[in-house]
Structure formats: structure tokens, C-alpha cells
């Protein structure tokens, strides 16, 4: 939803004022700034692939998928970097940094899986205001827990003491968390949608909530409610319901590679929700048929912030949080649905590749349609 310009609400037939509806961008996260400036920046990064033209080192891949491969002797090295961003301000509200970790693991590795390669390891980089022996304790514990679930290890990290560039919600314990996680994968098998074809299925995993993404909107609510606050369809307190990990899709995504099945396209329902279905090498468009049911933070969320729908699909999840497709062809959405079941993930055929010149995500449920970066009613 666009930034709104004047200094008055919109107004209502009646002539009552309308209250103003919430956007990431009336949040304060300028996504179209954020694109600007990350054309500037690959523009100058993109001159160091020449370093390594051919062979040992590599680059693979352009930039924008959700993961990049470099060429490390004839075996591919998956790596990705991210953070888990402003869900650290709740966790301080909350006094609670023993989750946090998760998703710090869980950002990462589900983005090496998009390219088709297994995580094996990350390293993490906590920047602290001061040295808090208990914060540390609990965000080690956090990390720890992802890791065993995710199947890697964390072999270092770092730890910065920036009291002048770190600030929070809780004095001396404001802290940034982010990772950078690798994998591997055959170079012959890195899987980035090259192949999508009509028809190909799209199974949607359930997300296990908000996971980390739209936090500065989810926490408009803050405004009015306080982190203690219980609201009855969420069976929690509003700060632990936004504080569920991110849910880990590592082994159960390995296990269905591993399989054999056709899987042509890996995708982390991210920040632009559904819209990331577009971010692989495909000029196919996509028809969602089916969603389950979004979990009740979203309906929390949308209530009490005053979100459009079209925002709540362009900044969520919705409860989907990892996407295959997955060849149409034989029995290969069965092996993988079969795969996916064993491992109490619960999985939907949610749509399909179509041929669409417009590259265009159509929700027929919410009746949204997707495209540059936006979703539109239609």
C-alpha cells in the first residue's frame, strides 16, 4: 500500500473520519527506498564476480535468489546471510532472548534450501550494547536449539560491544543477531525454477506463525496493547504468540531432495508473502486455489492495526511459510506430499504454474492479484 501524503484522515461518505489504515511504509520500513538503494549496491558488488571468472571460486548464480552457490572445486557451497530484525524488540519487551536464536538459524537455513542444497553449518555475529551474561546465555541457548533441529553446526562467531550504536526497548540489553549459514549442493542439481512448467504443483508448508517478518507492522499493536496483553483467540499473551520461533523446514525438504522427487523450485515465504513464488528463474505466473487457514495473529494483527488485506498478503506469511513445486508429471506431489506427512509437517497443494506473460500471483480465496511488489483486490 502506497505511503499516504496530507496531513488529514480520509473521510467517509458520512463525513467521519475513516482510521488511517496501517502499511510498512506508515511504519516506518520504506521498501521502495530499500529497492533503490539494493540496485546501487549489487551494481558495485556485481564487479568482484569478475575476480573469479571460471572454476575454483566461482559465482554461480546472479544476485536476488534467496541464496547464492559458489564453486568450490566441482561441489557447490550454498551461502546466505540474514538477521532476524526487529522481533529483537519484542523479546526485550518480553525479557526473553531463548527464541530468538531459532529464528536467527531459521532465516538462514531455509533460505540455503532454496536452492536446493542441505545446510551443514552457520556462523553467528551478536552486537551488543554491553556484554549481559544472561542475554547471552539465553540467545546461546536459542541458537543451539535451531542448529540441532536444522542438523548443523555452529563452529564461531562474534561478538561485538557497540553501546554507541546499539540501543533497545531494555537498558543494557539491546542486541542485533544475524548469521550467515552454508550448505552443498551439485552443481548440476542447484534448483532455482529454470524448468517450471504450467501445471507444475505448488505444496504450501505451514508456517508455525508471524515467524520473522513484519514485525515493525506487528508492532503497531504495541500502541495499544501491552506485550501482557491475552486476547482470547491466541491462548497466549501477545508477546509470546509474536515471539514463536521460526518454523525450521531443513529435514524434511533434505529428505524430500534426497527422494528423487522432481522438485523444480524451493521457496521462503518471506517479507512479499506469496509474491516470492515470482523470485526464481521462471517467466511462469502462479493460480493459488487453496490457503489454510491464516493463525489468529493474523486476524489480531489485521483488527488491531488496521491492515488491509492487500498489505497482510504483501508483509505475511498467512500460515504458509515454505513453498515446493513440484513437477505435475508421474507421482511426484504424492512421494513428496507422503514425505512431508511423515514428518508432522502439514502440507497443501495450495495452486499451480500457469502460463502468464504478466508473471502475476492470482489468490483466488482473498481475490488478490500480484505483481510488483503489490497485491491488488480484484
Known amino acids: 500500500m502506497p505511503t499516504r501524503r496530507g496531513t488529514t484522515s480520509p473521510r467517509s461518505p458520512s463525513g467521519e473520519s475513516r482510521p488511517r489504515r496501517a502499511s510498512y511504509a506508515t511504519s516506518g520500513v520504506n521498501t521502495d527506498k530499500e529497492e533503490s538503494g539494493l540496485k546501487s549496491l549489487v551494481h558495485h558488488l556485481r564487479e568482484t564476480l569478475a575476480t573469479r571468472p571460471a572454476g575454483l571460486g566461482h559465482v554461480e548464480l546472479d544476485f536476488g535468489y534467496f541464496a547464492n552457490v559458489i564453486d568450490v572445486g566441482g561441489i557447490g557451497l550454498a551461502i546466505s ?17 531463548d527464541t530468538v536464536g531459532i529464528d536467527c538459524i531459521a532465516m538462514n537455513v531455509n533460505d540455503v534450501l532454496c536452492v536446493g542444497a542441505e545446510p551443514l553449518s552457520m ?47 531494555r537498558a543494557g540489553y539491546g542486541f542485533d543477531l544475524a548469521g550467515t549459514a552454508v550448505g552443498t549442493v551439485p552443481l548440476d542439481q542447484i534448483r532455482i525454477g529454470r524448468d517450471i512448467e504450467p501445471d507444475d504443483v505448488v505444496l504450501g508448508l505451514r508456517s508455525s506463525g508471524i515467524h520473522s517478518n513484519g514485525m515493525t507492522l506487528a508492532r503497531r ?24 520461533p521460526t518454523r525450521i523446514y531443513v529435514k524434511e525438504v533434505v529428505e524430500v531432495l534426497n527422494a528423487g522427487v522432481d522438485v523444480k523450485a524451493l521457496i521462503h515465504v518471506t517479507s512479499d508473502g506469496l509474491l516470492n513464488l515470482l523470485r526464481v528463474a521462471s517467466d511462469a505466473g502462479y493460480l493459488i486455489h487453496f490457503l489454510p487457514e491464516p493463525q489468529p495473529i493474523f486476524g489480531v494483527i489485521q483488527r488491531e492495526a488496521s491492515v488491509s488485506t492487500e498489505e497482510m498478503y504483501r508483509v505475511y506469511n498467512m500460515g504458509v511459510g515454505f513453498c515446493l513445486v513440484v513437477s505435475h508429471r508421474g507421482d511426484h506431489v504424492a512421494h513428496a506430499t507422503e514425505i512431508l506427512k511423515r514428518h508432522n509437517v502439514e502440507c497443501y497443494e495450495i495452486g ?10 492470482v489468490i483466488e480465496p482473498v481475490h488478490l492479484l500480484g505483481k510488483d511488489g503489490r497485491f491488488r483486490a480484484i
Open 221 to 244: 499493536l504495541l500502541k495499544k496493547h501491552a506485550v501482557t496483553t491475552r486476547f482470547d483467540e491466541l491462548g497466549q499473551t501477545l508477546g509470546d504468540e509474536l515471539l514463536v
Open 81 to 97: 546471510t540474514d538477521g532476524v530484525g526487529s522481533k529483537l524488540l519484542i523479546a526485550q519487551l518480553m525479557d526473553r532472548y
Open 123 to 169: 556462523v553467528d555475529y551478536i552486537a551488543v550494547q554491553q556484554p549481559n551474561p544472561r542475554l547471552l546465555t539465553e540467545l546461546a541457548q536459542g541458537l543451539a536449539k535451531g542448529a540441532i533441529t536444522a542438523g548443523i553446526t555452529i563452529p564461531g562467531g562474534e561478538i561485538a560491544q557497540v553501546r554507541d550504536i546499539i540501543k533497545g526497548e
Open 352 to 361: 499451480r504454474a500457469v502460463a502468464d506473460p504478466a508473471q502475476a500471483v
